[in-house]
């Protein structure tokens, strides 16, 4: 069973940057494939980005690319979401999820998933 411990979350303003991490344990993660998502108030959880374990090939929404790098440490099992030039409609809960291999890019398709990390950001 896959356990996903998210961390880093807070309160930033416009323009700033915050850094997630996900810590992962209970398998072996040479396979699986590594996604954050988020969920605003009303909304639905949306996809993020993207990453494989296996290769590094990495995949991001429209609305983040440029601004967020998504990237693993092999040796610590965690996935981290370097986000920068925040803006206030990035504020949401941002979650880590996995699943055990393919690339994919709905939440319905990712069977692991950890608590959340809320990300607030100010005008």
């Known amino acids: 069973q896959v356990q996903l411990v998210e961390s880093g979350g807070g309160l930033v303003q416009a323009g700033g940057s915050l850094r997630l991490s996900c810590a992962a344990t209970?398998?072996?993660?040479?396979?699986?494939?590594m996604g954050w998502f988020r969920q605003a108030p009303g909304k639905e959880r949306e996809f993020v980005a993207v990453?494989?374990?296996?290769?590094?090939?990495?995949y991001y929404a429209d609305s983040v690319k440029g601004r967020f790098t998504i990237s693993r440490d092999n040796a610590k099992n965690t996935v981290y979401l370097q986000m920068s030039s925040l803006k206030p409609e990035d504020t949401a809960v941002y979650y880590c999820?996995?699943?055990?291999?393919?690339?994919?890019?709905?939440?319905?398709?990712?069977?692991?998933w950890g608590q959340g990390t809320q990300v607030t950001v100010s005008s």
């Open positions: 999820a996995a699943r055990p291999y393919g690339l994919a890019f709905r939440a319905a398709d990712f069977g692991s």
């Open positions: 209970g398998r072996t993660f040479s396979t699986y494939v």
């Open positions: 990453i494989s374990w296996e290769t590094g090939n990495t």
